[in-house]
């Protein structure tokens, strides 16, 4: 919804507001805030709330380490699970310098660029966000371990499926907080989850993305397990995706839609060192449904883009290779500039590979070019990347070539 700051004051004095935290992350998408009092608030929507840069990865060194948060009234929501009396709000807070100049290294402001671009050329791109997460056992003193919480299977029902309840709660959490979940099931290892979003734009999906992941790991505590979203929590299981749903508008051009998904597949490999920035996430790529070679196919899900069987508003791509440890926003930004340099180059799409890669034969194989096997790998096609160079700013490039 869409709030005004006399709005937002009126709001803390009827609800009983005391904290609200101001949400950010930093270049790796790891979530971080500052809580402040509601007094506090119009010093931070003038000014910003000063915080300690150089303790945030990614985000420079102690010589110019002064940077603001600056909370974006829109993004107002209430922490349901958080007391009703002394209530607790979120607010997502952009990033910037003290002369009040978006900071460059912001993934947010990365993201707002990249719909920028996309507007300046007739184009709007919405996300739907599909991620997986395990949910372990803890141990008797609360800490977790690697235990599933059942041996259930894709789509399996209770008792069998023990995260039924998880589940429900993180929905009806999340429906409390404005955000508008799809549908959820048990995946395929034990223990192994998946919630999905309805489509949004791209900063507001990218948002979800984030407090999805906050909402699933508080409700899942409470619930006495640990959820996990690393990219291969089990070695002998299936590793957590993060399926990446994208469309635009307008829509009603064909070889517009091909030229975006020939753009991705153009620049994936550069790319997936930050839809993948884990050592974990090379055990996962190539293995039990997930992507390894640079393909595309309608409907099959053994290929890094999948065009599913959908029509109108509903049509769109999949893109299966990243995983939950990427930064949605850069993620999200670097999709966008791909579709976009797709579309202006007139990039045109290969044949679809209408087969299963997953049992084909090594010569048929090695007429795809393959994702980076290792982290290293990513890590060198991304620096010698010219793309990447162009759309990410060199701190960000370094941070993640350096690793976390």
Not at 289 to 314: C, D, H, M, T
């Amino acid at each position: 919804m869409k709030y005004e700051v006399d709005e937002i004051m009126q709001y803390m004095q009827e609800e009983d507001v005391k904290f609200i935290r101001l949400a950010f992350c930093d270049v790796f998408g790891k979530r971080k805030n500052i809580s402040v009092m509601p007094d506090e608030l119009p010093r931070a929507f003038r000014h910003g709330i000063a915080f300690d840069a150089s303790a945030i990865a990614g985000f420079g060194n102690e010589t110019r380490s002064d940077l603001f948060l600056r909370p974006e009234p829109e993004t107002l929501t209430s922490l349901p699970w958080r007391p009703e009396h002394g209530r607790v709000v979120r607010m997502v807070s952009g990033i910037t310098r003290p002369d009040g100049s978006p900071f460059e290294l912001d993934p947010r402001y990365i993201l707002k660029r990249a719909m920028e671009r996309a507007k300046e050329m007739g184009y709007g791109f919405f996300f739907g966000a599909e991620q997986e997460f395990y949910l372990f056992r803890l141990d008797e003193n609360g800490l977790p371990t690697k235990v599933p919480c059942d041996a259930a299977g894709y789509m399996d029902i209770a008792p069998a499926d023990r995260g039924e309840n998880v589940r429900r709660d993180v929905c009806l959490t999340l429906e409390q907080m404005g955000v508008r979940p799809e549908s959820s099931h048990h995946e395929e290892g034990p223990g192994q989850n998946e919630i999905d979003f309805r489509y949004a734009d791209a900063l507001t999906a990218a948002d979800q993305a984030i407090i999805f992941q906050t909402v699933v790991e508080t409700v899942a505590h409470l619930g006495g397990y640990h959820a996990d979203f690393s990219a291969k929590p089990l070695d002998n299981a299936p590793g957590n995706g993060f399926h990446i749903n994208m469309s635009v508008q307008p829509a009603e051009n064909d070889a517009v839609f091909e030229s975006i998904i020939a753009g991705i597949l153009d620049k994936v490999p550069a790319m997936t060192l930050f839809l993948n920035p884990t050592e974990s996430s090379y055990r996962r790529l190539g293995q039990q449904k997930a992507p390894g070679y640079v393909s595309w196919s309608r409907e099959n899900r053994s290929q890094l883009i999948r065009i599913p069987a959908a029509v109108g508003e509903y049509r769109r791509m999949e893109l299966r290779s990243p995983d939950p440890s990427a930064n949605p926003y850069i993620a999200f930004a670097l999709m966008i500039h791909a579709a976009l340099d797709g579309i202006a180059e007139g990039t045109a799409l290969p044949a679809a590979a209408d087969l299963n890669l997953f049992t084909a034969d090594e010569e048929t194989l090695s007429r795809y070019r393959k994702l980076p096997q290792s982290l290293d790998e990513a890590r060198q096609a991304a620096s010698d990347s010219a793309f990447i160079r162009a759309h990410l700013p060199a701190a960000v490039i370094d941070a993640y070539c350096a690793g976390n």
